[in-house]
């Protein structure tokens, strides 16, 4: 992640700041009123696609809600200055996101996916997560390729369990019965 601007901006600010024509193709999120844009890795992107494609099985077979790519954000609170976050992969469930938005989810994701990125800082990467389940985000999954590790967030936990290349994830009572072998998610060289 890089940050863009750093002033106390406005989430009216962040709307134009993305909106402007320059920035059509750029990836930014907004978090303490900041604009940061997000610059993911082939890797990270790979990675990213590899956990769409079995939770997009799953749901095929248990239609209980929606995903986002890392290009779909989220309006982390209804305050008038709101966080954006923009998970590599986001689940959320049917009941809460209602009708398809124009633009963010208007509500936090179920379940947010990061894949941290050469760019990104470890400690805000860690912040970030536990900034999702202070918004009601329910698990977060943050996966570090360079150690082919995942560090698991539940909103039920105090505890971050951490996951070897040997562990397995579970979508807990977001995706019941939902695992995933966390070596499946790493790319084989």
Do not use: C
């Amino acid at each position: 992640m890089t940050d863009i601007q750093k002033k106390n901006l406005t989430y009216t600010d962040y709307q134009t700041f993305s909106e402007l024509p320059e920035n059509k193709d750029r990836l930014f999120e907004f978090i303490d009123g900041d604009i940061i844009e997000k610059m993911p890795s082939f890797e990270s992107s790979e990675i990213a696609t590899e956990i769409i494609y079995h939770l997009k099985h799953y749901l095929k077979q248990n239609p209980l809600g929606r995903l986002t790519a890392p290009d779909g954000g989220y309006i982390m609170s209804n305050d008038d200055n709101p966080d954006v976050f923009i998970p590599d992969v986001g689940y959320i469930t049917n009941e809460r996101l209602g009708k398809t938005p124009e633009r963010e989810a208007p509500v936090p994701p179920d379940l947010a996916v990061e894949v941290k990125s050469p760019t990104d800082r470890l400690r805000a990467t860690r912040r970030k997560a536990e900034k999702y389940l202070a918004y009601g985000t329910r698990l977060v999954w943050v996966v570090f390729p360079e150690t082919k590790t995942v560090e698991v967030y539940d909103i039920d936990s105090e505890d971050v369990q951490i996951l070897g290349i040997e562990g397995t994830l579970s979508g807990g009572n977001i995706l019941p019965g939902f695992t995933l072998a966390v070596k499946d998610i790493f790319p084989t060289d």
